[in-house]
């Protein structure tokens, strides 16, 4: 239900505001809400350290949309919010982003550049040439074109499914995302492309045309879109850390054999890390 949601999507700050402090943002993963971090965020005030070093912030979601879409929507924010921080006195914007789940996806793409080589890979035709209006054509170049943030320097990925999650294949998901809404300008998009400017699709692009894509679509390892669009390299501007969950307690069994039920070690493992904590379930 997008539309219900999506005037609320943005950026919210919940701790004081302080532009002598690092913002930290954290993102949630599907079929959440900001509302997870609260027991984490309660334990991490109690400590000094943190509390005095970090200003929180929180964004929030419909998590349905496709991750291109969602991404696009964070970089607005993350350009507002740093406008925002700017105007009350903040002149080193350091930013640390922690990601559960498809939320680490998002982090990481605010990490990533893209611009003609990936357009290429949809598109036959430059952006200016495709007949589609002037706002849907912002929606596209905005998706496609864009550029990493310098403010962020350090990302962490908790139970991230880098080459997507196997549960997303299961039949029963592949129901529940027949029911996911799309939000009305990507849909709207979409169908204005498949009717006037199908011939400027590349069979990628009409493949990921006419099938949609949400979230969940694009959680599966064999999608389209996650071996496009999440299979890029690691920032190397970027420190990078990830938490792993490992459901499996049999300390005999390969870890690369283990998931936390949802997300594979396999698929939460990413080389270029600068640490990386298994963490083992009660």
């Known amino acids: ?59 929030g979601y419909p998590s349905g949309a496709s991750i291109p879409y969602l991404a696009a929507n964070l970089r607005d924010s993350l350009h507002e919010m740093l406008a925002f921080r700017q105007q009350k006195g903040a002149t080193q914007q350091r930013i640390t982003l922690i990601g559960h789940s498809m939320g680490g996806l998002l982090a ?17 035709v430059p952006i200016e040439q495709l007949e ?11 998706m496609i074109y864009y550029q990493s943030f310098p403010e962020v320097k350090r990302v962490v990925f908790c139970a991230v499914p880098h080459r997507g999650s196997q549960i997303a294949a299961n039949p029963g998901l592949r129901l529940v995302s027949d029911v996911v809404q799309m ?13 006037q400017s199908s011939y400027a699709l590349t069979p990628l692009g009409l493949e990921i045309a006419k099938k949609g894509s949400n979230s ?12 496009e669009y999440l299979y890029k390299p690691l920032s190397p501007s970027v420190e990078f850390f990830s938490l792993i969950g490992r459901k499996d307690k049999d300390p005999s069994k390969p870890v690369d054999t283990t998931s936390d039920g949802v997300v594979s070690y396999t698929s939460a493992q990413l080389d270029g890390v600068v640490a990386e904590k298994v963490v083992m379930g009660s």
């Open 183 to 195: 939000p009305q300008q990507l849909a709207q998009l979409t169908s204005e492309i498949v009717k």
């Open 108 to 124: 990481k793409a605010m990490t990533q550049e893209s611009g003609d080589k990936d357009w290429s890979k949809i598109f036959n």
């Open 1 to 59: 239900r997008f539309e219900k949601f999506a005037d609320r999507m943005g950026l919210y700050r919940v701790y004081a505001l302080n532009p002598d402090k690092e913002v930290c943002i954290l993102i949630h993963g599907i079929n959440s809400s900001p509302n997870t971090w609260h027991e984490a965020l309660n334990i991490t005030f109690a400590d000094k350290e943190v509390r005095e070093r970090y200003e929180f912030w929180s964004f």
């Open 132 to 142: 589609v209006r002037s706002g849907n054509r912002e929606i596209l170049r905005n």
């Open 216 to 227: 969940i679509d694009q959680l599966r390892p064999a999608s389209p879109v996650t071996a």
